[in-house]
Each structure stands twice: as structure tokens, then as C-alpha cells.
């Protein structure tokens, strides 16, 4: 201080007014992956500019970061619809937006820790108009954290939940939890801390780790085209939905009980019109019409969106769905191959192992049924597993090969994977189709995995690579000795390497 009069003004870039503007400028005119960078670093360095009055501090923040959500909006898209990005690219563009959004949660943090050391001081009574703003800010700041754990099927920290339920009950406390504003300059509608905290609640219940990524990116969309519809409420519903305790840090769950016994800050929240008004739009796209309210953009169809709004309908409904056939808990080793064309091997060689083929991967399953099992992968070819991807599994002791799909994949801290495998056949016979102009040349065979036991009277059902289906080629296979003459008819399903197709065989 000169002469113990003024106060010194911080010794930061960012503290003179024409230096904020300037930089601001060039961040909103930047590249988006330069800009986010450059914002990242910015707030990183704000965390030890200690001279800044916490209301100056928050007003630097919320420039930084109003002006980076363009540039993040466009590398989430980016991100999405990569198809041919490294193994590397991919995790380098990932961590970029995940470090941005942990690291402006922190600044805003400290925010929030510099108000409440010293609440009686004039600074942090004029810093209380903020609060509303700051806590609708770093719920939405953690809801992205958690979409973007979703986008790599990753488990939760019980941290991030204790964070999300300490803002909302601090804001609650205060009296502004449902205070509606926009939370950016580009984002025209409101939102308030108890919306963001009930999007990021229902995303978790809304079984992310059984979509792809575009379609969990639908799914988001479409909650908040529903979010309206959701009762969020310390009433116990009578109708079943989910229930969470803010204090606890675990996430929501299930009511699976009528009544739950009473709990000290329980909160429910249940879909109520929400899940009538996405049953109507089901009714809506099957019909091949579309509201004219419903903006998802020009490239989304209603074939895109019928599977994931079929899937958020399952989630959100009263009841939870019952399962078709009966779970048994066991422990099992299995050998795992995930590679579609080493699985055409297997069946067209007819190997009766497969724990020797080099990729081979190791499974331990602890929950079977009829229909699929649950099994967790421990070894380092965990992290490229996808959703959708067709296996091959043998159990341990076993001699039959079984044919799945990878439905649900959840990862842990520890590297491993859970994963929910639904089976697609018992039986499987190898084959190589060609089209039947094409003659015998084994240059234009396509491989494929006939399904016998579930094609029908008349009916192929046959597993190919992922594009080679066509429905203007009639094709052919011989098996045993016959020739069976292929009239294509439709995609039954695609998954991620393969597509199970329906022909009518004409022989």
C-alpha cells in the first residue's frame, strides 16, 4: 500500500481491465482446440492470484469461461463424430475438455472457499448476487464431468456426487436453488442450480453405459427436451422413480420399494409427464411424423432416435422392466476373441478352443442367463473394448463356442472392465457369400456367420462385416454340400464391426 491508503492492485495480467478485454477477444476469435488450451492455462493460473477481491476473481473466471463454451461445444462434436482418429488422438482430445471442465470447477471452487472464510466481509456480501450463478455453474461444470466419464463408459467418483449434492443444498439452504437466469451469453435458455443438478441425476439413471456415444449424446438432448416433465421432490412418489441422498456422495437409485424408510435429506424425482410425452413421441416417429417443435437437426432421424428413446422409456418407467430370463451367480474363466474376422475363423475351421488363438482375451464371468452374462475384463485389452462389438467366448472345461454382443460396458478406476454381454447364437456355422454374378473367385467372397437356429421357415439370418450387406445383390453360399441362393431383405441390426442381416433363400 502507498502511504497505507490504497491497495495494491494484483500483480496479474488479468487484473487490467484493457489486457482482459484483449485476451478475451483473441480466445473468442482462436481455434477452438487453441482456445480451450489457452482458457485451461488461464484459470490454472488464477488459482494462485490471491490478491484479487473474490468478486474481481469471479467476474475474470466467468469471462474466461463464457468465452470458451463455443470453442467446447465444437470439440465435443468433433469428438463424437471422429471415425478415423488414433487410439492416441482420441485420448488427447478427451483429456483436453476433461481437464478443462475439473479445472474451472476448481477456480470456481476457490471462489466459493475465499466467500465463506470471511462471509462478514463487504466483498462477500456484495459477492452473494453472484452465488446463484456460480452454483448453477459448477453443477453444469460436474454434470459434464460426468457426460464426459459416460463418453468413455467410465465409473463415477463419489466425490463428484458429494460435490453435486453440497452445491444443491447449500443453494436450497439459501433460497436460490430453482432462481432461473441463462448460465451463458450464447445459451438462450434458463437454467438454475436444482435443474442442472436434476440433469445430472437423471443422465446417471438413464443407463448411458448401454448406448453408443452418438446416442448417448441424443439421450442427453433428450432429457432436456423432457426435463420439464420430472417431479424432483421430498415426497415420497407413489408411483415409483429414483431416489438420492445429497449428503451421502452415492449416486441415484432405483425405488424398487413402495415406502422407504424415512432417511434424513432423501430426495426423489420421477418422470411423471416425462414419460407419457416420450411414449407419445415414440407413437409419433413410428408414424413417420415428427413434432414440429422437435429440432435434433436435419442429420437425426426418427431411425436414429426410435432405438434411444425406446431406451430412456425402459429407464424411466414406473416399474423397473423385468428381466426375460432368470440370473444364476456363478464363477467362471472364459476365453474371449473380439475381432470379427478372427470369429469367422474359429466357425469356419470349427476349432474346438480358442484360449491359443493369438488376441485371445480373459474374462471372469459371475452372472449368467439364458439370454446373456455379466463378466469382467481384467487385462490390458480392456480399453479398447466397444460397445457393440461381436465375441466369441468359450468357457473354461467347455468344448461349444458361444456368439455375443457387448450391451453394457462399465470401466473401473482400477483399468478393468464390467461388462453386460447379451448371447446372439449357440449355434454358428462359417460361410463366405459371393455375389451371384460374381462368379468363384475368392477375391469377391464376403465372410459371413450363418445363424441356423433362428432364421425361420424360408429365412437367413447372417452376420457380416460391417458393410457388406447390399440389398440390390442377390447372393449365394454353399454349406454341406448345397448351395442356398440369397434374396437380401434388410438390416436387422448393426452393431460396432457387424451387421446381422435377413435374406429369403430361394433354393
Request: aromatic share 10%.
Amino acid at each position: 500500500m502507498i502511504f497505507g491508503f490504497f491497495p495494491r492492485r494484483p500483480d496479474h495480467p488479468l487484473a487490467h481491465n484493457k489486457e482482459l478485454k484483449r485476451i478475451i477477444g483473441e480466445i473468442r476469435r482462436a481455434p477452438a482446440v487453441q482456445a480451450v488450451e489457452e482458457v485451461s492455462s488461464w484459470l490454472d493460473s488464477l488459482k494462485f492470484a490471491d490478491k484479487f477481491p473474490v468478486d474481481r476473481l469471479f467476474e475474470i473466471i466467468g469471462q474466461l469461461d463464457d468465452a470458451a463454451q463455443t470453442h467446447i461445444r465444437r470439440l465435443k462434436r468433433d469428438y463424437l463424430t471422429a471415425t478415423e482418429n488414433s487410439k492416441i488422438e482420441e485420448e488427447r482430445q478427451w483429456s483436453r475438455c476433461y481437464t478443462y471442465f475439473r479445472t474451472a470447477t476448481e477456480i470456481y471452487e476457490s471462489c466459493l472457499q475465499r466467500a465463506h472464510a470471511d462471509p462478514k466481509s463487504k466483498v462477500s456480501e456484495a459477492f452473494k448476487d453472484g452465488l446463484p450463478l456460480l452454483g448453477a455453474r459448477l453443477q453444469a461444470l460436474r454434470t459434464n464431468q460426468l457426460r464426459w466419464r459416460a463418453y468413455r463408459y467410465a465409473s463415477v467418483d463419489d466425490q463428484l456426487w458429494l460435490a453435486l449434492g453440497r452445491t444443491f443444498l447449500a443453494a436450497e439452504s439459501a433460497g436460490y436453488a430453482q432462481k432461473s437466469f441463462p448460465l451463458y451469453t450464447s445459451q438462450r435458455s434458463l437454467t438454475s442450480v436444482q435443474h442442472q443438478y436434476l440433469h445430472a441425476l437423471i443422465f446417471h439413471v438413464s443407463g448411458m453405459d448401454g448406448l453408443t456415444l452418438q446416442q448417448i449424446e441424443m439421450a442427453d438432448q433428450l432429457i432436456a427436451y423432457f426435463m420439464s416433465g420430472f417431479v424432483f421432490s421430498a415426497e415420497n412418489p407413489s408411483g415409483g422413480g429414483f431416489w438420492v441422498v445429497p449428503t451421502t456422495g452415492v449416486g441415484p437409485t432405483r425405488l424398487v420399494q413402495h415406502r422407504l424408510s424415512p432417511i434424513a435429506g432423501i430426495r426423489y424425482f420421477w418422470a411423471a409427464a416425462a414419460f407419457k410425452g416420450i411414449v407419445q413421441l415414440i407413437d409419433t416417429l413410428e408414424h413417420g411424423e415428427m413434432p414440429s417443435d422437435f429440432d435434433f437437426g436435419e442429420q437425426t432421424s426418427s431411425s436414429q432416435l426410435l432405438p434411444v428413446l425406446r431406451h430412456l422409456r425402459m429407464c424411466w418407467a414406473p416399474k423397473p422392466p423385468q428381466r426375460r430370463h432368470v440370473r444364476h451367480e456363478v464363477t467362471a474363466q472364459m476365453a474371449v476373441i473380439n475381432n470379427f474376422f478372427e470369429i469367422h475363423k474359429i466357425f469356419v475351421h470349427a476349432l474346438r478352443e480358442i484360449k491359443h488363438i493369438p488376441g485371445v482375451s480373459n474374462w471372469s464371468a459371475d452372472n449368467v442367463s439364458l439370454g446373456g452374462f455379466r463378466a469382467c475384463c481384467d487385462d490390458k485389452r480392456s480399453a479398447i473394448l466397444k460397445l457393440g462389438s461381436l465375441v466369441c467366448t468359450q468357457a473354461e472345461g467347455s468344448q461349444s463356442q458361444l456368439l455375443g454382443t457387448i450391451r453394457r460396458i462399465s470401466r473401473r478406476h482400477d483399468g478393468r472392465a464390467d461388462l453386460g454381454v447379451q448371447v446372439l447364437a449357440r449355434q454358428v456355422r462359417g460361410i463366405h457369400l459371393q455375389t451371384r454374378r460374381s462368379g468363384i473367385s475368392a477375391a469377391n467372397r464376403i465372410p459371413g456367420l450363418w445363424l441356423p437356429e433362428d432364421g425361420g421357415v424360408g429365412l437367413k439370418r447372417i452376420i457380416l462385416p460391417l458393410g457388406g450387406f447390399s440389398v440390390r445383390e442377390t447372393m449365394e453360399f454353399h454349406f454341406s454340400g448345397e448351395t442356398h441362393q440369397l434374396t437380401p431383405l434388410e438390416i436387422e441390426e448393426r452393431g460396432a464391426d457387424y451387421e446381422i442381416a435377413r435374406f429369403r433363400d430361394s433354393s
